[in-house]
C-alpha cells in the first residue's frame, strides 16, 4: 500500500508565505507525475501545479510566478512554496501522486491541508 503525508499548511498573512510537503511512503513502486490541486469552499477542485518523473512543471494561471513545485525523488517528496500569498488562495491542498506499482497505474490523494491567507 502506498500512502501520502501531507504536512505545512496554515494561516497566514496575505503577502506571506508558506510551503507545502507530501511524502509517499511504501515500496515497490516508481512514481511517475506529482502534484498539488486546491478546493475551497464551493468550488471544484483544480489543478495548482504539477511536475513529471523528468522535471517539467506545469501551474495554473491564477499561481504563475508565485508558486514553485519542486521534487526530490530520493525521498518521493513533492513541495510546494507559496509566495505573495493572496486570500483567494484559501483552500484545502490536496497532494496528488501517479505511480506504477507491480507494472499496474494508481492514483493515490493526500488526506488534504488547509491554507488560509487573511487580508
Known amino acids: 500500500q502506498v500512502q501520502l503525508v501531507e504536512s505545512g499548511g496554515g494561516l497566514v498573512q496575505a503577502g506571506g508565505s508558506l510551503r507545502l510537503s507530501c511524502a509517499a511512503s511504501g515500496s515497490s513502486f516508481v512514481i511517475n507525475t506529482m502534484a498539488w490541486y486546491r478546493q475551497a469552499p464551493g468550488n471544484q477542485r483544480e489543478l495548482v501545479a504539477a511536475?513529471?518523473?523528468?522535471?517539467?512543471?506545469d501551474y495554473a494561471d491564477s499561481v504563475k510566478g508565485r508558486f514553485t513545485i519542486s521534487r526530490d525523488n530520493a525521498k518521493n517528496t513533492v513541495y510546494l512554496q507559496m509566495n505573495s500569498l493572496k486570500p483567494e488562495d484559501t483552500a484545502v491542498y490536496y497532494c496528488y501522486v501517479d505511480l506504477f506499482r507491480y507494472a499496474v497505474f494508481t492514483r493515490y490523494w493526500g488526506q488534504g491541508t488547509q491554507v488560509t491567507v487573511s487580508s
Open positions: 511536475i513529471t518523473s523528468g522535471g517539467s512543471t
